[in-house]
């Protein structure tokens, strides 16, 4: 239970409300911050401007996914307010409170390391990243059967990359019945890819692996899927690209060549936002659970 906890939430979309039933069931005190425009009340939490919030007492902040932008400001689906936070509101805060956010950036990292406050980003965590490849590999396929007039099974699919995504992605692709070559340059991976029943390929020779691609899935953050890349590819292949912005195919020459590459990112909060505000939810309830532990067992 998280009795007594004070909790501010926020900004945030869809799966923030996950994130709110969770925690008032299990008994938190809630500050509802840029949710004025929601309809539903939740017991145990209020809804406030940030300018009414009193930081002294919070025991934790929580972003929405991204956190904030490059200038501090708070993605507020559930309001027109804006919502910037800054160090001096952290600052207020007490020493054990922590921020808790999907990803950071250089604003919300200089932010909490100036008012020495642990930030925590649930998208490092392996758990996390495991159980948001199921939406993203399901928002996968929905994009595959969108975009082609074949179906995935008997098709010859290109996975690069053998991470927690590139792994699920392979993996269920397989299970449809479709052809898999996964392109990974650890030897470890390779082996893993032989051990799963796929076809392995180094990452050196994604160039002539490409050449009977009806559709490529790329998972790895970097410009791989290069023109060099794209000339080789039938004129028919897709190109999905789930790595984090801006994607690792050079769209511009896929446009040229009359490729289609389509860069996809956030699909679990898009096709199925329930399930990944649970997956946050949980590993946030979880972690607070921790922290009010270790806290109390040190007042003791
Ligand atoms: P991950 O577990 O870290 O996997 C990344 C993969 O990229 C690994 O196979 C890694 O191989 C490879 N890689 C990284 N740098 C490389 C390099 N320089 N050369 C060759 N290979 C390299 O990450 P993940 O959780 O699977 O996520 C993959 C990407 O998808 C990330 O950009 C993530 O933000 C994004 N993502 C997108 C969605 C969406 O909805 N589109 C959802 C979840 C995640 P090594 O092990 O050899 O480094």
Redesign the pocket.
Known sequence: MLTGMQIAVIGGDARQLEIIRKLTELDARLSLIGFEQLDHAFTGAVKEKLDEVDFSNMDALILPVPGTNLEGHVETIFSNEKVILTAEMLLKTPEHCTIYSGISNAYLNGITTEANRPLIQL?ERDDV?IY??IP?VE?TIMMAIQHTDFTIHGSNITVL??????MSVARTFHALGAKIKVG???TE?LARITEMGLTPFH?NEVEQQVKDTDILIN????L?VTASVISKMPAHTLIID???KPGGTDFRYAEKRGIKALL?????GIVAPKTAGQILANVLAQLLQDDLGKRKGKIK
């Open positions: 998208f990243a948001n490849s993203t928002g990359g053998l991470g927690r995504v590139g990974a340059r650890k991976h990452l998972t790895i953050p970097l791989i789930l790595a984090s996809a990112p956030g699909l679990p």
